[in-house]
């Protein structure tokens, strides 16, 4: 396998964007291990990664990738929308509205609102 380089690990990043959008979650992922492990301090990836590990249906890693985020960037509004996304299809309503909430409130998008249920 050649050596990895900077340029290498942008290119898979890109490739993985693209995949996600041809819905190829799983190829998506395949790619993004190379750029997470290279780099695992770059939050941009594992938010990525994240988003195509739900995309597969594979909660928990979705989960365990958010929360990472999270850790990061506590005052990401999409990472608590999209974990809050990622508890509720895993049945944890109850977890999933605490950040649904908390993405509501750091940005008062509709998507985020909604979710959020204030009123209820």
Same mark, same amino acid.
């Given at each position: ?6 340029? &290498? ?19 998506? %992922?395949?790619?993004?291990?190379? %750029? %997470?492990? *290279?780099?695992?301090?770059? &939050? ?24 990472? %985020?999270l850790e990061r960037e506590?005052?990401?509004?999409? *990472? +608590?929308?999209?974990?809050?996304? &990622? ?6 309503a109850d977890e999933a509205?605490? +950040? ?13 609102? *909604?979710? *959020?249920?204030?009123?209820?």
């Amino acid at each position: 396998m050649p050596e990895r380089t900077p340029e &290498t690990d942008v290119i898979d990043f890109r490739a993985a964007e693209q995949l996600l959008a041809a819905r190829d979650p799983r190829g998506a %992922v395949k790619l993004l291990d190379r %750029v %997470v492990a *290279a780099h695992p301090e770059n &939050t941009a990836a594992r938010l990525l990664r994240a988003r195509a590990f739900f995309l597969a249906a594979q909660l928990r890693p979705a989960e365990l990738e958010f929360q990472i %985020v999270l850790e990061r960037e506590p005052d990401n509004a999409f *990472a +608590h929308f999209a974990l809050g996304r &990622t508890l509720q299809r895993a049945d944890r309503a109850d977890e999933a509205q605490r +950040h649904f909430r908390l993405a509501a409130a750091l940005d008062p998008r509709p998507d985020y609102l *909604a979710a *959020a249920r204030f009123e209820a």
